[in-house]
């Protein structure tokens, strides 16, 4: 019988200094920057934050410059274990995060101590959190960029989900330059969303299809960094569309399924696809939808 | 069209993404304007329909692939299916240069075409969870090989003897879009 042991693994170069340990990964921890840019052309998706505003904000709390490696939590629940003193800086959902020394809620910041710990609770609004450390958390970088790329096997974190006793170091330096403007988003029960006509609008229907839009959706279970599928509240709107090529499709682009569910292409999804894109969201409703997580309701409107 | 423009290195042209009679073009609007953008993409366009592939090398890329076994547990299947021995869907499917229409799908996931029409075959019913880097597939037309480990429906006749997908390069795929592609038998 082959016992397979839990893999620790320290994450970054020997000599970098480690600063944390997970206790807890929560549901899926993994290290992003702004992504990995120039290789679509070789099926290579962009990874990176998925709520980019708050990954910025996370950053300059922490004192990094905008493009600085940092921690991206979904679904909360992360405990880590310091090491070393370090600032910390909590953003994303609004969730209650705690150290021994004191409670907060997101945005907040931490001057941890050596041995301290900070745990993550569960988001009471949105899904995403980011955590970020002064100096950088240290990864592979693969092609230009920190980010996790998990479906791929490579990036970030060893090209997978931080687990359970995994070694958390120091980056040791500071990435792109520091964020002109700063915003600090807010969380929305059931966001209305932006989109811009696209690709495919034209075959069908416009008037019919900002209707079954402006319905509620659900955001679904089986969705992901890959892409989140999205069913409609109401009747499903299975119109007759021409098979159609593969062509290059983009993050924030909305694909109709055949049986009337949409899906919403996120930074590790595809970087081409056979199904008609009938919308575009725009950037900042990108991350509203990503925020919504598994289970959230949101609303589509025409800009 | 694509090497057209490449070839111009625009500061305001990111990236350039071709796939089957499409080019996707990523630009900073904030280095040009859609006027400046729509004047060279036609230029381009004008200059790639006039001159067709010239000055464009095209390059071959030979490959070598270990045919059938546990490299390519789908041609046994694929021979049943076609009336042809394994013998004839290797010697086929090597006979021809393909043309790299673009990648996609997964990362280093290289679409070739057109393939003998003696070896049109379905997609697999129902997709495998995991395909192993490398492995080379028939889906009707196309012809081609998945870059890394990852899910699929292609009906696999064999796997590239050697790596063609590395993330750790500058240059991650040794196949590029607009590649002509060969294909050898390795025993």
């Known amino acids: 019988m082959i016992l397979q042991l839990p893999t620790r693994k320290v994450f970054g170069s020997l000599n970098s200094e480690k600063v944390a340990e997970t206790i807890s990964p929560g549901l899926l921890t993994t290290i ?27 950053n300059s709390l922490a004192g990094n410059t905008s493009d600085t490696p940092a921690l991206e939590v979904l679904g909360g629940n992360m405990t880590l274990r310091f090491f070393a003193g370090t600032k910390v800086a909590v953003t994303g959902a609004v969730t209650e995060v705690k150290t021994e020394s004191k409670n907060s809620r997101t945005p907040c910041t931490f001057d941890i101590q050596p041995g301290e710990m900070l745990s993550l609770g569960f988001p009471e609004k949105g899904f995403i959190n980011y955590v970020a450390f002064d100096y950088g958390v240290a990864g592979d970088m693969v092609l230009g960029s920190y980010s996790t790329y998990v479906p791929g096997g490579f990036g970030g974190s060893a090209g997978r989900a931080i687990r359970e006793g995994d070694i958390l170091s120091s980056l040791g330096c500071r990435k792109g330059k520091h964020s002109s403007t700063i915003a600090t988003p807010n969380f929305e029960d059931s966001p209305r969303l932006r989109i811009t006509q696209c690709l495919h609008s034209e075959l069908l229907d416009f008037g019919r299809l900002s209707e079954y839009l402006t319905q509620g959706f659900e955001v679904l279970a089986e969705s992901s960094r890959i892409g989140y599928r999205l069913r409609s509240l109401g009747k499903p709107f299975v119109p007759r569309i021409p098979e159609l090529l593969s062509l290059p499709v983009f993050p924030g682009m909305m694909q109709l399924l055949p ?38 309701l949101v609303f589509f409107e025409f800009a | 069209m694509d090497y057209l423009l490449r070839k111009k290195r625009f500061k305001w042209l990111l990236e350039g993404v071709p796939a089957y009679g ?9 280095k040009t304007s859609m006027h400046e953008v ?54 086929m499917h090597t ?52 870059g890394i480990s990852s899910p699929g429906g292609w009906r696999i006749i064999g796997r590239l003897a050697e790596r063609s997908f590395d993330v750790r390069l500058k240059e991650p795929s ?11 038998e390795i025993r």
């Open chain 2, 174 to 184: 040794k196949v590029r879009p607009g590649d002509d592609v060969k294909f050898v």
């Open chain 1, 259 to 296: 049986n009337g569910d949409l899906v919403v292409i996120l930074n590790d999804g595809q970087t081409t696809g056979g199904y008609p894109v009938i919308g575009m969201l725009e950037e900042d409703s990108i991350s509203k939808l990503a925020q919504a997580g598994p289970g959230g």
């Open chain 2, 95 to 146: 006979s021809r240069i393909y043309h790299c229409y673009m990648l996609g799908f997964s990362p280093g996931f290289v679409y070739l075409g057109e393939l003998d029409p003696r070896l049109w075959v379905k997609r697999l019913d129902t997709p495998r969870t995991k395909v192993p880097a490398g492995s080379v597939g028939l889906a009707g037309s196309q012809t081609g090989f998945y």
């Open chain 1, 32 to 58: 992003q920057d702004e992504g990995r840019f120039g290789y679509r052309r070789y099926g290579i998706p962009p990874s990176g934050a998925l709520d980019r505003t708050s990954y910025h904000l996370a």
């Open chain 2, 38 to 91: 729509r004047e060279y993409v036609f230029g381009a366009f004008n200059s790639a329909m006039l001159q067709g592939q010239k000055g464009f090398r095209s390059r071959v890329v030979t490959l070598g692939v270990k045919y059938g076994g546990e490299y390519g547990p789908d041609i046994e299947m694929v021979a049943k299916e076609t009336g042809l021995t394994i013998k004839q869907v290797v010697k």
């Open chain 2, 22 to 30: 499409t080019l996707a073009l990523i630009v900073d609007f904030e």
